[in-house]
């Protein structure tokens, strides 16, 4: 069984929407890394409604270190109590220090570490930490390989727009307890991909803001905003998936500012120019765009913005001419949890 | 017209990598505070040099919203250019500035660069901006003539130029009918390109 941006839907379905208090992942035999954090996300808001999910977690050793190594038992282990501040000091501390590893978690973290993870699950809470947290993405990348510069450059603006959009949207209503705001990297041995996630008030809610409207709108609550312009009276009247739409093709913002928005339209054309996937999820809904075409669907609704990018490798020259040069023979092993089978060995 | 006075501000100062609109916001003050230590025809030159990566949010809030201010004539005839070693560097400012339908001068490249536009700006203020910034100045009915369009058509589009700051107007005969206006190039007479 593989857990996959797909496969992870059915998790979402038993967990939301047929109330299922428990998983049983145990034939589990890949994740991939936006299913990571979405899963994290689940099991923290099941812990946060008051109804904790029993998991019993996957068998592979594979699974389990790469796990390990993404920090993905530090971060899910984190207790309901904590303030995002203390979050980040265990996470600063990494798994070695983490209270939630046991040792042989920790030393099989840092096995597995080398061998496609490229950065593990940080946190995402203030804006004064984006650019930090960027530029250690950006060093765990370069050291892994040598990059063209121009696409470099334009994957790390595209982590500087996604990491600050968490702070600056996820709790734009300032009623939710923690987004918990997190993202990860990872190398499947064909693409880098890039997964980032929060469980804040997502896109729908967000473009309400702009009206001033604090809670769920109704078509009533749209109808008293009759004075409004016409455009914004839509936008207060959104569905999720309307919303995902408006702001991934149309750039919709919250603000009037006109230099506002338009951020997740360009990420999202850039990545598919470069033949990249892109899957965002909001509320009850999902866009999965890949070369073969793409749709919005109707999904189990979950709290905040949940986004994966599927970058080819080839598009940062990874893999290429470098080893033949002299340059550094990338290590990303093919299919991560297949590939780390193989160290099972 | 007396030259203008030039003041150059590195925006590494800042950081090499410059993301969040946090970041961008506190960088605007210390470059509007650059900008009004000119004098009012003084001209402010960015510097990307050094710079490795400028997002949009950042650049929005540092310079597309001190466009949109000068623009607004808040700070006279105050101008901001861009110099940039590489055109990638300042590809989501030109988006931004499109977003707010605003243009700004970029030289791309070291002193001898390209002088490129940035943001949205139709072809034709485009040709006349070229027009201009080669011959370094002209009256509207000069650009007129070599453009091949009636003076009232020139005239609106070189108003447009005045307004985003991507020239310079000088009143020549006040004693005229109308007020007669010489209109300057701001970059040093080489040829813009869109883009």
């Known amino acids: 069984m593989r857990l996959t941006s797909e496969t992870i839907e059915d998790v979402l379905d038993l967990v939301l929407v047929e109330a299922e208090c428990s998983l049983d992942l145990r034939d589990v035999g890949s994740i991939d890394v936006y299913a990571l954090l979405l899963l994290d996300l689940v099991v923290r808001h099941a812990r946060e409604s008051g109804a904790p999910l029993r998991v019993t977690w996957p068998e592979s050793p594979s699974v389990r270190r790469w796990m390990t190594a993404m920090h993905f038992f530090v ?12 979050r980040n000091a265990a996470q600063g501390t990494r798994v070695e220090s983490g209270g939630a590893a046991n040792a042989s978690e920790r030393a099989a973290g840092s096995f597995a570490l080398g061998a496609s993870t490229l950065a593990p699950i940080v946190s995402i809470d203030r804006e004064d930490d984006v650019s930090r947290l960027v530029g250690s993405f950006d060093d765990r990348l370069s050291d892994r390989y040598p990059m063209d510069e121009s696409p470099r450059r334009r994957f790390l603006r595209i982590l500087l727009e996604l990491f600050q959009n968490i702070p600056q949207h996820a709790n734009a209503t300032g009623d939710v307890l923690d987004p918990h705001g997190i993202a990860a990297m990872h190398d499947d041995g064909h693409s880098v991909v890039l997964a980032i996630a929060d469980k804040g008030i997502g896109l729908a809610r967000s473009l309400r803001l702009c009206l001033g409207l604090r809670s769920g709108s109704s078509e009533q609550a749209c109808l008293a905003q009759a004075g409004l312009e016409q455009s914004r009276l839509e936008q207060a009247c959104l569905s999720d998936a309307d919303a995902l739409r408006a702001v991934v093709f149309d750039g919709r913002s919250r603000f009037r500012d006109p230099g506002r928005g338009h951020e997740l339209e360009r990420i999202f054309r850039l990545v598919r120019s470069w033949e990249g996937t892109v899957v965002v999820r909001s509320g009850s809904a999902l866009l999965y765009q890949s070369e073969a075409g793409g749709d919005v669907v109707d999904v189990a609704p979950f709290p905040g913005v949940q986004i994966a990018l599927s970058i080819p490798r080839a598009v940062f020259g990874i893999g290429e001419a470098a080893f033949g040069k002299g340059g550094v023979e990338p290590r990303g092993d093919p299919g991560f949890n297949e590939g780390n089978e193989e160290n099972d060995a | 017209m007396k030259a203008m006075k030039k003041t150059t501000l590195e925006i590494s100062q800042f950081g090499r990598r410059l993301g969040t609109r946090l970041e961008g916001a506190a960088a605007r003050r210390t470059l ?15 510097s990307l040099r050094d710079l490795d990566v400028l997002s949009g949010s950042f650049a929005d809030e540092a310079i597309g919203k001190i466009c949109q201010l000068l623009s607004s004539g808040l700070h006279g005839d105050r101008t901001l250019v861009v110099a940039s070693p590489s055109a990638d560097l300042v590809e989501d400012l030109s988006d931004k500035l499109a977003q707010r339908k605003l243009a700004l001068l970029c030289r791309v490249g070291g002193t001898k ?40 058509a020139c005239h609106n589009r070189v108003r447009r130029l005045v307004r ?5 107007e000088e009143k020549i005969d006040t004693a005229a009918p109308n007020t007669q206006y010489r209109f300057h190039a701001i970059v040093g007479g080489l040829t813009a390109r869109a883009g």
């Open chain 2, 164 to 168: 985003l700051r991507l020239v310079r």
């Open chain 1, 75 to 86: 971060d899910v282990k984190t207790g309901l109590a904590s303030r995002p501040a203390e």
């Open chain 2, 32 to 46: 509007l505070a650059a900008l009004d230590d000119l004098p009012p025809d003084g001209q402010l030159v960015l």
């Open chain 2, 113 to 152: 660069g390209t002088w490129r536009v940035l943001g949205a700006l139709a072809r034709p203020l485009v040709d006349t901006l070229e027009l201009l910034n080669e011959r370094g100045s002209a009256t509207t009915k000069e650009l007129a003539d070599t453009l091949g369009i009636p003076p009232n």
